[in-house]
């Protein structure tokens, strides 16, 4: 993102003094300069544009103007116009230091990151204490996969100038990451404070608090100002999303529909437009557009998953057996697919293969599991100069196939030769973690975690803590920081009734409910049990007979039915206790 220094105060005082001194060609080629400047602090490149071509009709030197006509392109998104200014680096002493740093943002967002560490490197040697120098170069680390050292850059940042509003918005984002949404919430608030008039910053921050679950505080922000941040495409689809998530979903797919972001193949916005296909009963919609974003994204459960419950609702059982039956039998498989698989084959009239199905799904998966990858394992050569991702998809290759060593090998040389970075540690802590050492997988893991902290790599840091206290401590803190993620409320309420506290439990599992996973087996088993703790009786049958409607050979289901049953219904206990003991390996 590009920097943008507000100094209308400064042009607003020059341009009150012009009138009483000599009109001299310096004097009103400054104003016009100043004039530039502060229209790119408003979010204004157009305006700033012009008036440095007046500047230079009017005989302003190009050297002096160079740097600032490619801060303006760079803010235009014009990056060809931005390079005919900036590449030929002719700057004047005045400018270099811009110059050059406009000029590493030019290659940066053209991807030649070594050209821009060269560019900022000159920039350096001219102004090396410069505040929004040292963040495109905490930026430029982040993307070279140096994302511990772009922390040490933003610090440095910010040590300079503790109010840089470009610098406290890189660290926002960086907490956002590893900490959560609150965290970044906060120090972006503190961004925006410093530069109100930031249209980007300001739906970014509102994104942030939309997602910290505080969607009243998003929109205000958004209508701040002049609401000019509302009526852009990105304000438009936070608009839509909160919308979707207070189920709204006309208003939702208008706002959406305003936005443009669905027709620029944003997967984002297509994802969401699916999502409100299933939740109006679009099922054609949503299968057809999940399947491109598929196509897109084959790595990615949660669209894997949406797309096979589009496929059972829409009558396309022979194509979510075809697609998706070998990847439900596998060991990383979510038992939400399993259920639709065996449905799937319920309906085509194969009984046995769905009941191979539901038991998997009755059964579960562990506490660990590495998600496949779809690349076949004999394109996965070994290499010096391979990339993350395909050492990412190696090692769960081996872990899958039982090659643990190989993994940890892999995993270990991987981190050697990129040691600043997080998806090296989290690799190696998940080849550690196969391997059984729990100890170096935690601390490989918490690494990583101090630049990003999603909610996989965080079940997998709490799963291999030492103790369960430490591993609640852990998720605690994770959904105080993302209190929208009802997955991670569900394990939590887990943990908190293993220790008794059904009072909390209760609260986090409704919460979780509420997010969406009111169709879980296992969290309306936990919630008939928290009933039966809290006296409820009649509120833990509801929940049971919901979770056993659900997931009929579920041992959890089946147990809290049993828990839950009136005095009376001993023959139905008998029937449930018998297939309870049936599912029980012996």
């Not at 005989?59 to 103007?65: M, P, S, T, V």
């Not at 084959?345 to 293969?353: I, T």
């Not at 190989?406 to 997080?422: V, Y």
Request: aromatic share 6%.
């Amino acid at each position: 993102m590009i920097f943008r220094r507000d100094l209308g105060i400064v042009a607003a005082l020059v341009l009150g003094l012009a009138p009483l001194g000599a009109c001299s060609e310096e004097g009103f080629e400054g104003s016009r300069i100043d004039q530039a400047r502060a229209s790119m602090g408003g979010d204004d490149p157009r305006a700033a544009r012009l008036h440095l071509e007046r500047a230079l009709d009017e005989g302003a030197n190009r050297a002096e103007l160079a740097a600032l006509f490619g801060e303006v392109e760079l803010l235009s998104g014009d990056l060809a116009a931005a390079r005919a200014w900036l590449a030929p680096q002719e700057f004047s002493d005045a400018t270099r230091a811009l110059g050059f740093r406009m000029l590493g943002r030019l290659e940066m967002a053209e991807g030649d990151l070594r050209a821009a560490g060269a560019a900022f490197d000159r920039s350096h040697a001219v102004d090396p204490e410069n505040a929004e120098l040292w963040v495109d170069i905490g930026r430029l680390r982040y993307r070279g996969g140096e994302q511990f050292e772009a922390i040490e850059a933003v610090d440095h940042a910010l040590a300079i100038d503790p109010a840089n509003g470009e610098a406290l918005r890189f660290k926002g984002q960086l907490a956002r990451d590893a900490q959560g949404m609150e965290a970044g919430a906060k120090l972006l608030g503190r961004a925006l404070r410093s530069r109100p008039e930031d249209i980007d910053l300001r739906v970014e921050y509102a994104a942030t608090l939309g997602d910290a679950g505080r969607a009243e505080e998003a929109l205000q922000v958004l209508r701040g100002t002049n609401s000019s941040a509302a009526t852009t495409p990105r304000g438009l689809f936070v608009q839509a999303v909160l919308a979707a998530r207070g189920r709204h979903f006309r208003l939702s797919r208008d706002l959406l529909s305003r936005s443009g972001l669905q027709q620029d193949d944003v997967a984002s916005a297509r994802l969401l437009s699916a999502i409100i296909d299933l939740e109006e009963g679009n099922f054609a919609s949503a299968a057809q557009g999940l399947d491109r974003l598929y196509t897109w994204q084959p790595d990615n459960p949660r669209i894997r998953d949406l797309l096979a419950y589009a496929l059972s609702r829409d009558g396309g059982e022979r194509e979510l057996v075809h697609r998706f039956a070998g990847m439900a039998a596998s060991n990383s498989s979510s038992a939400y697919l399993r259920v639709l698989v065996g449905r799937a084959y319920e309906a085509l009239g194969n009984r046995e293969r769905a009941a191979i199905y539901i038991d998997l799904a009755a059964l579960g998966g562990g506490n660990f599991s590495v998600l496949p990858s779809l690349t076949p394992p004999e394109l996965l050569a070994i290499s010096e100069g391979e990339g993350g991702q395909k050492v990412r998809d190696y090692v769960r290759n081996a872990i899958a196939g039982r090659e643990a060593v190989a993994a940890l090998r892999k995993g270990r040389e991987f981190a050697r030769r990129f040691p600043g970075s997080a998806d090296a540690q989290a690799i190696l802590g998940d080849a550690e973690f196969a391997r059984g050492n729990k100890r170096a997988a935690r601390e490989a893991y918490r690494r990583s975690a101090q630049v990003r902290r999603p909610w996989p790599l965080a079940l997998r840091l709490a799963g291999a803590q030492e103790d369960p206290q430490s591993a609640r401590q852990l998720l605690t803190a994770y959904v105080r920081e993302n209190p929208m993620n009802g997955d991670a409320a569900a394990i939590l309420a887990d943990a908190l009734a293993a220790e008794g506290d059904w009072t909390r439990a209760v609260a986090l599992l409704d919460h979780a409910m509420g997010l969406g996973l009111g169709r879980v087996p296992w969290v309306l088993a936990a919630r008939s049990v928290g009933a039966i703790q809290l006296d409820n009786p009649e509120e833990a049958l509801d929940f049971a007979l919901a979770a056993h409607d659900l997931q009929p050979m579920n041992p959890l289901a089946i147990s809290a039915l049993i828990a839950a049953l009136p005095e009376g219904e001993e023959r139905a206990r008998r029937e449930l206790e018998a297939k309870l003991h049936s599912l029980r390996p012996d």
